[in-house]
């Protein structure tokens, strides 16, 4: 048992750490640690500057920016997070199993998770994934052992914070709320065995749905701003099925080692009797249950999203590990057959991850025809060697005029007003023209994704317009130097310097 738990535990670190200093950069962790900073500085998101996530996030991180810089920082304080949610993954499924299953179970759910490259590396990218799946998981693991307890002070407490996490999750990412219509639900038509810890759960989420909700509702710039951001998803576009079948088969390919579990869960479970009843069998029961219809309701819900990206269902892929380990472990009998399914999870998750994909996205920028075109150094090291450059030219500036805003962060520099979002930002074409004109920072940077996305349809700017954009840029600009091959994409990087620039 001990060897396989510092198995786990090595094979984590090891891809965390590529994760952090190996992965890929993502435009959305720029936007995401801005907003954190912009909170810190005492900003309201939605009032002062436009955000399309739920808040809870640039709060949080916001306590942390003090205790960490740039990019790298970021990624290690998301990490904590994502390890916290693995850690919590395995103390749930181990409340759902027989006590003698314990550290089976939370050993081949700590492989399934911690020794999957892709979910590793989603949850050590500042975005929503990290937190929001710790808040889902602490939810779920008060929720079970609430269930399991007698009618007591106890119990209403537990589901009383159960409310407040999953509203917590759904504070930080708007889509997991169908979570708390679930699990509410689920306690209401098991009202003869639970009682009342339908309502003590619904309190905890509307006490807490006031705490993270109300000062931006209450607040009539605030509340505009949070309407608009809801508008904004809904403006992205109508349902795509080719789009949506090649997410989910990416998915698919992503966590293979939890499908596979699940198909021979699946078989095992007409194939072998099911247990005799245990104490704290039905509150068991009934916590998988709920795991695997909280899963199903997210799942459909970010399915049906305009762009289904399968990093989408990054926050709730623990819930279905959970749910099939736990119904796996209930049906198996021999002990020494547990230790199998252990090496499975291991043989299947570290294969996986050897042969992932996303290694070979963090070290190549794809082939040019025989050739493949390796990266020089990771895109991170890239990062700070352009906000290098950035500081050659503007000496303890302050500001960048740039889209790119992981480059804005790793610089500790702002951008103009508007530009939070990043690529995502709303302009209008006139107040692009009136922002460009006025070169308002002594160095500006522009890569691929600079003027290239017209939000929310997120279409592409016609090229007429985008260099119509770069020509009155380069009316106060001249091109200080190129850098090819950067961030998100390999785009090429523009460093220009404003002309009246010392």
């Given at each position: 048992?001990?060897?396989?738990?510092?198995?786990?535990?090595?094979?984590?670190?090891a891809?965390?750490?590529?994760?952090?200093?190996?992965?890929?950069?993502?435009?959305?962790?720029?936007?995401?640690?801005?907003?954190?900073?912009?909170?810190?500085?005492?900003?309201?998101?939605?009032?002062?500057?436009?955000?399309?996530?739920?808040?809870l996030?640039?709060?949080?991180?916001?306590?942390?920016?003090?205790?960490?810089?740039?990019?790298?920082?970021?990624?290690?304080?998301?990490?904590?997070?994502?390890?916290?949610?693995?850690?919590?993954?395995?103390?749930?499924?181990?409340?759902?199993?027989?006590?003698?299953k314990?550290?089976?179970?939370?050993?081949?759910?700590?492989?399934?998770?911690?020794?999957?490259?892709?979910?590793?590396?989603?949850?050590?990218?500042?975005?929503?994934?990290?937190l929001?799946?710790?808040?889902?998981?602490?939810?779920?693991?008060?929720?079970?052992?609430?269930?399991?307890?007698?009618?007591?002070?106890?119990?209403?407490?537990?589901?009383?914070?159960?409310g407040?996490?999953?509203?917590?999750?759904?504070?930080?990412?708007?889509?997991?709320?169908?979570?708390?219509?679930?699990?509410?639900?689920?306690?209401?038509?098991?009202?003869?065995?639970?009682?009342?810890?339908?309502?003590?759960?619904?309190?905890?989420g509307?006490?807490?749905?006031?705490?993270?909700?109300?000062p931006?509702?209450?607040?009539?710039?605030?509340?505009?701003?949070f309407?608009?951001?809801?508008?904004?998803?809904?403006?992205?576009?109508?349902?795509?099925?080719?789009?949506?079948?090649?997410?989910?088969?990416?998915?698919?390919?992503?966590?293979?080692?939890?499908?596979?579990?699940?198909?021979?869960?699946?078989f095992?479970?007409?194939?072998?009797p099911?247990?005799?009843d245990?104490?704290?069998?039905?509150?068991?029961?009934l916590?998988?249950?709920?795991?695997?219809?909280?899963?199903?309701?997210?799942?459909?819900?970010?399915?049906?999203?305009?762009?289904?990206?399968?990093?989408?269902?990054?926050?709730?892929?623990?819930l279905?590990?959970?749910?099939?380990?736990s119904?796996?472990?209930?049906?198996t009998?021999?002990?020494?057959?547990?230790?199998?399914?252990?090496?499975?999870?291991?043989g299947?998750?570290?294969?996986?991850?050897?042969?992932?994909?996303?290694?070979?996205?963090?070290?190549?920028?794809?082939?040019?025809?025989?050739?493949?075109?390796?990266?020089?150094?990771?895109?991170?090291?890239?990062?700070?060697?352009?906000?290098k450059?950035?500081?050659?030219?503007?000496?303890?500036?302050?500001?960048?005029?740039?889209?790119?805003?992981?480059?804005?962060?790793?610089?500790?520099?702002k951008?103009?007003?508007?530009?939070?979002?990043?690529?995502?930002?709303?302009?209008?074409?006139d107040e692009?023209r009136?922002?460009?004109?006025?070169?308002?920072?002594?160095?500006?940077?522009?890569?691929?994704?600079?003027?290239?996305?017209?939000?929310?349809?997120?279409?592409?700017?016609?090229?007429?317009?985008?260099?119509?954009?770069?020509?009155?840029?380069?009316?106060?600009?001249?091109?200080?130097?190129?850098?090819?091959d950067?961030?998100?994409?390999?785009?090429?990087?523009l460093?220009?310097?404003?002309?009246?620039?010392?």
């Open positions: 048992m001990r060897k396989f738990a510092l198995a786990a535990l090595f094979a984590y670190l891809l965390a750490g590529a994760a952090l200093w190996m992965g890929a950069l993502n435009q959305d962790e720029g936007w995401y640690l801005y907003a954190a900073r912009l909170v810190r500085e005492g900003e309201m998101p939605y009032r002062d500057f436009f955000f399309t996530q739920a808040p996030l640039p709060i949080v991180y916001s306590a942390f920016t003090g205790l960490f810089k740039g990019i790298l920082g970021g990624r290690l304080l998301t990490a904590a997070f994502g390890l916290l949610g693995i850690l919590t993954s395995v103390r749930l499924v181990q409340e759902l199993v027989p006590r003698e314990r550290g089976v179970s939370g050993l081949i759910v700590a492989f399934l998770l911690g020794s999957n490259l892709y979910h590793v590396y989603y949850t050590v990218l500042p975005k929503t994934y990290a929001a799946g710790l808040f889902v998981l602490i939810g779920y693991l008060f929720l079970v052992l609430g269930l399991k307890k007698d009618f007591s002070f106890g119990k209403n407490i537990l589901m009383f914070l159960s407040v996490s999953l509203l917590f999750a759904a504070g930080t990412r708007i889509s997991l709320g169908s979570l708390l219509v679930v699990v509410s639900v689920g306690l209401l038509f098991s009202f003869r065995g639970q009682k009342w810890a339908f309502f003590w759960f619904g309190l905890g509307l006490v807490s749905s006031a705490l993270v909700f109300g931006f509702l209450l607040d009539p710039g605030a509340r505009e701003g309407f608009a951001a809801q508008a904004y998803h809904a403006a992205r576009g109508g349902f795509d099925p080719v789009f949506t079948i090649g997410s989910l088969s990416r998915l698919v390919r992503w966590y293979a080692p939890v499908f596979i579990f699940g198909g021979i869960t699946l095992w479970q007409k194939s072998v099911a247990p005799a245990r104490p704290g069998g039905q509150a068991s029961s916590g998988q249950i709920l795991c695997f219809a909280g899963f199903a309701a997210v799942f459909l819900v970010q399915i049906a999203a305009p762009f289904p990206y399968e990093d989408y269902q990054v926050p709730i892929m623990p279905l590990a959970v749910g099939i380990v119904v796996l472990m209930n049906r009998t021999d002990a020494s057959q547990s230790y199998l399914w252990v090496w499975l999870a291991l299947l998750a570290w294969a996986g991850s050897f042969g992932s994909p996303l290694l070979q996205e963090w070290t190549t920028n794809g082939q040019d025809r025989f050739w493949t075109r390796k990266k020089a150094k990771p895109e991170l090291a890239q990062l700070k060697e352009a906000v450059e950035v500081e050659k030219l503007d000496p303890g500036g302050a500001d960048i005029l740039t889209q790119d805003l992981y480059l804005a962060v790793e610089a500790g520099r951008v103009p007003r508007g530009l939070e979002m990043g690529p995502f930002s709303q302009l209008s074409d692009w009136a922002l460009l004109a006025s070169a308002p920072c002594k160095v500006a940077a522009l890569s691929g994704y600079s003027f290239a996305i017209v939000p929310p349809a997120c279409t592409e700017r016609p090229w007429a317009q985008q260099a119509e954009f770069c020509r009155i840029l380069r009316e106060n600009y001249d091109l200080a130097m190129e850098m090819e950067f961030g998100q994409n390999a785009t090429t990087l460093l220009l310097k404003r002309k009246d620039a010392e």
